[in-house]
């Protein structure tokens, strides 16, 4: 569980429009990394590039490496769909199956490739997952009932709780918190505190207090120019970058100077 | 329906200080306008239903055997005797039997367009889609008979060599192939375009969070359709099927010129001259029918009409069954 991701020398491109110009980082295992950065600055297509998520849009291409541990993702030899197995995926909205129960939205990863298990072993393990999601208290009653009968909040640690059901080695988040109320986004980032003890979180955010209550490592994603793709500026110790960052731009974004 | 609008009581509430509720003229004319037309479907509704009646009701006083559960049909002489049970099971049977054999094949090609195709390849597909539907069902009846009907024999044979111990492939086979099983197939070809389009129409506005949350747990494409795709456009193929079931059950042309009738109630789809439906008797017997022989085949139309009824209502019913899980 939990590997480090090595990223080098990455660009996305849709088409022709280079929407990430030259990124590289590592990011640590057993920690939480968050990207911020004024909207359209790549940060999202670039977390999706972390686990070929982006490939679902037609016209998109990437060059460069990523690398999980020692495994290049973007090898010639490597399925998509068993990189997105290792590494899982939250998104903006609750996304949860809405023709599922609770309980079929846990496991819904976990039946793929037409695995099967025991039934035991499966209640288990959906109880590990809510659990794990901090959910288990509020829906062990109704594990039947549709997931979509939940309160977003709810939604979305049943997605978190769907994510970290097919036990992968890290966890992206986009914007996971950008649709919720502040007490569903106060129990997501309490979660996540405890989720990056076993996986590799890594975590996109518009709102900087966030980054620096939850991540250990914040990465400033900028436009390179006007109309141009984004790049990483700057990227290091959150304290650090929201205390006394190295780069100019940095500090005006987050002093709220722009963006 | 078409009464939105809580009854008008005859003092209106007042209007709270500085708003006016005054109605403007433009949504009175729509309101009225969108009104009309709501109640003008219910009245020619009625009037069809009440049309029908009144045309059969000489036939089935004249009646000396049971409308509902005879199957010969015999309008006319000194004691006419018809019933529709025959023709009933046969329109079901060659409606249904369209429909299982058009309804996966609509959900394989909408699927290939609306998630397989390269985008150019499923526009264009789309494109001839569309145009098929709009082709006359005589068309399709012709093509049943001169292409369909000398290729389909040799293949008849096998069936009933290879799968003859199941009863519905027993022999004779005919020959022609004048049979339910032919009729069945002409009537698939023709409503597949519709239940393909409605299909690629659902599938296409699957919502993308939702085929994300299945790729982002490592499905593969097939499993993407199976988790998010499939059950999001379930409701919607099953009201594309009864949409092809409805027109195939009132299709006239193409059985009438395929199938060689016969008033049997049973299951040999390679036989000829077994069944028979109703909208293909209408239509053959019309032209030389007596005044008493009209009135029988307005009273097997009813029929006709009134099952339509009950498949759309039970297309509805399923629809609405399990939306709880589909909101």
Sequence with gaps: MAKRIDVSGLNVYYG???????????????????????????????????????????????????????????????????????????????????????????????????????????????????RGANLWNEVKDRLNRPGAGLSGGQQQRLCIARAIAVRPDVLLMDE?????????????????????????????????????????TTAFFNLSAPGKG??????????????????KDTENYITGRFG | MTTTQPPQTEQPAKPPPGRRTRRRPGDLVFENSARLSGVLILVILAAVAVFLLVQALPALSENQGNFLTDTEWAPSGDAPSFGV????????????????????????????????????????????????????????GLWGITWLMPQIGPFFEGLNRYLGFIP??????????????????????????IVTAVAREVFLKTPTMHEEAALALGATRWEMIRMAVLPFGRSGVISAAMLGLGRALGETMAVAMVLSPGLLIDFFLLQAGHHQTIAALIALQFPEASTLQVSALIAAGLVLFAITLVVNMAARYIVSRRKEFTE
């Design chain 1, 230 to 247: 984004g790049m990483l500026v700057e990227m290091g110790d959150t304290n650090k970058i929201f205390t006394n960052p190295d780069k």
């Design chain 1, 176 to 216: 996971p918190c950008s649709a919720l109320d502040p007490i569903s986004t106060l129990a997501i980032e309490d979660l996540i505190a405890e989720l990056k003890t076993e996986y590799t979180i890594v975590i996109v955010t518009h709102n900087m207090q966030q980054a620096a209550r939850v991540s250990e």
């Design chain 2, 85 to 140: 049970a025959a023709l009933v099971f046969g329109t079901l049977l060659a409606a249904v039997l369209a429909l299982v054999i058009a309804t996966p094949v609509a959900v394989g090609i909408a699927l290939f367009i609306s998630h397989y195709a390269p985008r150019r390849l499923a526009s264009l597909l789309g494109y001839v889609v569309d145009l098929l539907a709009a082709i006359p069902s005589v068309v399709y």
């Design chain 2, 168 to 193: 519905i492939f027993a022999g004779p086979v005919a020959s022609p192939p004048r049979t339910i099983l032919t009729a069945s197939i002409v009537l698939a070809v023709m409503i597949l375009p």
């Design chain 1, 16 to 130: 022709a429009f280079r929407a990430v110009e030259d990124v590289s980082m590592t990011i640590e295992p057993r920690s939480v990394t968050a990207f911020i950065g004024p909207s359209g600055c790549g940060k999202s297509t670039y977390l999706r590039a972390l686990n070929r998520m982006h490939e679902v849009i037609p016209g998109t291409r990437v060059e460069g490496k990523v690398l999980l541990d020692d495994q290049d993702i973007y090898a010639a030899n490597v399925d998509p769909v068993a990189v997105r197995g290792q590494i899982g995926m939250v998104f903006q909205r609750p996304n949860p199956f809405p023709t599922m129960s609770i309980y079929d939205n846990v496991i819904a990863g976990v039946r793929l490739n037409g695995r099967r298990m025991p039934k035991a072993e499966l209640d288990a393990l959906v109880e590990r997952a809510l």
